[in-house]
């Protein structure tokens, strides 16, 4: 899932500053949707502009600052933001999907109620908030492979994920060591190697995820867990 088209080259997206896209979203009339699409914004500070309401699709932000930029009701589609600096930013209602975000530093960042289908392997999530995010992989239109959510190795320790849907997706080697992961759906996740120690999983859902080396040590809630008996591997979880 890599999100970007196999030939496009810098010439595939327009640069622009920080002086100009604040120009255009202030000049944007009221009730129309800031148009930012396919726009570069490399070697641009953006931390805290106001991208809310606007259209990212496929806009490039590798390596970008960003924090506490505010993408709520914003769509990020395609959107490139590997290795930004996304540190309280605010995604409240956003859509990403097929949204690159591998390695990105997503610490305290708020992605309630997002449409959250992207690569996000390396993330650092650490105290984010994802409460109602619909991560789960859309089974409809499947017949060429699986596009799901992708958080292998992510930090997501102390994340609240309460109410989230995170099923079909891959959080291998993840971190969710004091996270709130109650009424998580992790059907058919690959949890594999998951440390969850300390964690809240009051609620959750493992029905046929696959816990092979996962951790689950100090957790609460472990007789409200849904699922558990029919986990792949279950054998292979670690508990206290």
């Known amino acids: 899932m890599s999100g970007n088209p196999v030939h496009a080259t810098d010439s595939y ?23 930012l699409r396919k726009k570069d914004f490399r070697g ?85 908030t994802l409460v109602n995010a619909m991560a789960g992989a859309n089974m409809q239109n499947q017949s060429m492979g699986m596009i799901r959510t992708q958080l292998d190795y992510a930090n997501l320790q102390e994340a609240n994920l309460e109410g989230a849907d995170f099923s079909y997706c891959t959080l291998r080697f993840g971190k969710l060591q004091n996270a709130n992961l109650r009424g998580v759906d992790f ?9 969850f120690t300390g964690a809240d999983l009051t609620g959750a859902n493992l029905t046929d995820a696959k816990l092979s080396g996962t951790i689950f040590k100090n957790i609460k809630g472990k007789d409200t867990l849904t699922g558990l008996d029919n986990a792949r591997d279950f054998n292979n979880a670690v508990f206290d």
């Open 187 to 195: 059907t058919w996740c690959d949890l594999s190697k998951v440390d």
């Open 13 to 35: 997206w327009q640069a622009m500053t920080r002086d100009e896209v604040l120009e255009l979203i202030k000049n944007t009339p009221e009730g129309e949707i800031t148009d």
């Open 44 to 128: 641009q500070d953006m931390s805290g502009v106001d991208f809310s309401g606007a259209d990212l699709f496929y806009t490039h932000m590798r390596g970008v600052n960003l924090a506490g930029a505010n993408f709520s009701n914003t769509n990020l589609d395609l959107a490139i933001m590997l290795e930004a600096n996304l540190e309280g930013a605010n995604f409240d209602h956003a859509v990403l999907n097929n949204t690159g975000l591998d390695g990105a530093n997503l610490k305290n960042a708020n992605l309630s109620n997002t449409i959250l289908v992207a690569k996000m392997n390396r993330a650092n999530l650490n105290g984010a």
